[in-house]
């Protein structure tokens, strides 16, 4: 775990503690203010990862020897992966102690639902070439 995890942990720790203290009628601001410091945390990492991004295309375009697409490496998928674990937890937190069940299963609807995304992106077709087997293999039969 680095050190910004441990930080975000901290966080969410002092704003559970927080809760305890103040009670129930702090806790919307309390939840906005911890979701405040998780985005602005996910805006950095973007803002980093978009300028790698960039920097990556602008090398690929002076050397001309290779596709933009060919930026999006096994090291980046699976660090959007861990990147994905690591939020799931404070986000699972978030959920889980602000709706029970169902802000769990939300939390991790919308994680889901972001790595199916991310790994339709980075695999085009990955999808759409099951679907079109399987009416390939009906119209055999």
């Known amino acids: ?10 966080e969410l720790d002092a704003t559970l503690q927080t809760r305890r203290e103040l009670g129930e009628e702090y806790e ?5 203010s911890f979701l ?40 980046e998928r699976f660090g959007f992966g861990i990147v994905s674990l690591v939020l799931a937890v404070p986000l699972s937190a978030i ?4 709706a ?19 790994a339709a992106r980075t695999n085009p077709g990955l999808f759409g070439r099951r679907r079109a087997a399987a009416r390939e293999d009906r119209w055999e039969d």
């Open 100 to 118: 029970n069940l169902p802000g769990l299963l939300t939390a991790w609807a919308g994680i889901v639902g972001v790595n199916v995304v991310q």
């Open 28 to 32: 919307s601001a309390l939840v906005d």
């Open 36 to 75: 405040e410091k998780v985005d602005q945390r996910i805006d950095g990492a973007v803002e980093r990862r978009v300028r790698r991004q960039f920097a990556e295309q602008q090398m690929t375009a002076a050397r001309d020897s290779r596709s933009p697409r060919a930026t999006d490496s096994f090291g």
């Open 1 to 10: 775990m680095d050190g910004r995890d441990t930080d975000l942990k901290k």
């Open 95 to 98: 959920g889980g102690g602000v």
